[in-house]
């Protein structure tokens, strides 16, 4: 029996391979798309969505007997992921290009082409999970292996988005992965996984911002104490982030951290660990992911980046649509441009861009 049609994102690796694989094994009509978001000469990447990638897309396609097509995507990258991931940098804030991709790119143009094609849902190789619950609303939820989670970074997807969108692997291993797809010869079971920043090799980003430098001058500027002492000078404040210690180019009696990020005055404050301190934090551009209000009493985990292991807090709406997050214990490196994800035990309830860190 169908189960209706699916459009899958085909990357061209194991996860989205296999992800394709198991839809067609439960009942519905699928067909591929893979999205060519730059070539090799417009980046410093030499994976996602390179030729090799491509291929490898088709070849999957062709094994599994499935429709294939590849978009050009490379002028929308550009704009609205590659421009504002360098002009973030360049004005002291830690972006997360991954999270936009996720929202502006990756399913804008999967829906929007599952529409056109007539496809109920559409599908991607992420280690997450959505459930339908008994009340119509859609739950985002961590995956079965806690250490490829990847709910993080789809957080701004909203309950209309979440009703159409599946996500196969959620429910399965890095392991079991590589497993199906080698025994069903699918050819890209040993190929290694994508690099965090799918533009940028070696996630080198400061080399890549310096050498884009997008209407921008890599202006130097002063290091300073928390006092306002000059320690030393840099080359950009791009080449920084708050937390940073490794690379300050400042040697100093104790270990030294980034603090602040001054972009108006190209200063960048150090201090002591204990200077990265903060009780709380400021977020806005949130998105209700679970499509339900925050209940002031409660207690929730709030990751402040994907590699963060997440901090109990207390969370309110301010009267401005802002979220304001209040931990129960002291964290470190909270970074504006990061974003601070809402999760009570496994769901996401809501997340938004760190606006700024509460002492």
């Not at 690796?13 to 009942?27: A, C, K, Y």
């Not at 999967?110 to 997450?128: I, N, Q, R, W």
Request: hydrophobic share 35%.
């Amino acid at each position: 029996m169908q189960r209706g049609k699916v459009l899958c994102a085909m990357s061209g690796g194991v996860d989205s391979s296999v992800t394709t694989e198991i839809l067609l094994s439960q009942g519905y009509s699928v067909s591929g798309m893979t999205m060519k978001l730059f070539d090799r000469d417009d980046t410093e990447s030499e994976c996602y969505s390179m030729p090799g990638d491509i291929k490898d897309a088709s070849d999957v396609a062709s094994i599994l007997q499935i429709p294939w097509r590849c978009i050009n995507l490379k002028e929308q990258f550009d704009e609205f992921i590659i421009k504002p991931f360098i002009q973030e940098y360049c004005s002291g804030r830690t972006p997360n290009p991954c999270i936009r991709c996720n929202e502006l790119i990756k399913f804008s143009f999967l829906l929007k082409e599952a529409d056109s094609v007539g496809s109920d849902f559409v599908a991607t190789g992420h280690y997450a999970r959505t459930v339908r619950l008994q009340n119509e609303r859609y739950a985002l939820k961590r995956a079965k292996e806690k250490d490829r989670d990847q709910s993080y970074f789809l957080y701004r997807l909203d309950q209309k988005r979440l009703s159409r969108i599946l996500f196969p692997l959620g429910e399965f291993t890095k392991t079991e992965v590589r497993h199906r797809a080698k025994r069903l010869s699918l050819k890209v079971d040993s190929k290694p996984d994508s690099q965090e920043i799918c533009f940028i090799k070696n996630d080198n980003y400061k080399a890549y911002v310096h050498k884009q430098n997008v209407g921008h001058e890599n202006r130097p500027g002063n290091i300073i104490d928390e006092n306002g002492k000059i320690l030393g000078e840099h080359k950009g404040i791009h080449c920084f982030t708050i937390g940073q210690r490794r690379g300050i180019g400042v040697s100093w009696r104790e270990p030294l951290y980034v603090k602040e990020i001054i972009a108006e005055s190209d200063v960048v404050v150090v201090g002591p660990i204990s200077s990265l301190k903060s009780k709380g934090l400021i977020a806005n551009e949130v998105v209700w992911t679970a499509g339900v209000d925050l209940y002031p009493s409660a207690i929730y985990e709030v990751k402040i980046r994907s590699k963060h292991s997440g901090a109990q807090a207390r969370v309110m709406q301010t009267e401005d649509d802002q979220l304001k997050v209040e931990f129960l214990e002291t964290v470190y490196a909270v970074s504006p441009g990061q974003s601070a994800v809402v999760y009570l035990n496994d769901e996401i309830i809501c997340g938004g861009v760190i606006s700024k860190a509460v002492p």
